[in-house]
């Protein structure tokens, strides 16, 4: 005798899992997080803001 199934359940299984493989292949495709490239930029501002302020100007000679 067949095995009963709910097939609610069985309808968000396989959409839980299709979402599951777009988000892998999404990762793959377009890389890092909003997150990531946020704090990456973050990162990055901070340090252009340190070396800016330890320039030193040149003399003028008059």
Do not use: H
Request: glycine share 2%.
């Amino acid at each position: 005798m067949a095995d009963i199934i709910n097939l609610n359940k069985a309808r968000k299984r396989k959409a839980r899992i299709e979402a599951e493989t777009q988000a892998a292949e999404n990762c793959v495709r377009f890389g890092r997080s909003k997150q990531q490239r946020v704090r990456e930029q973050a990162t990055i501002d901070e340090a252009q803001r340190r070396l800016d302020q330890l320039k030193r100007e040149p003399e003028k000679e008059d």
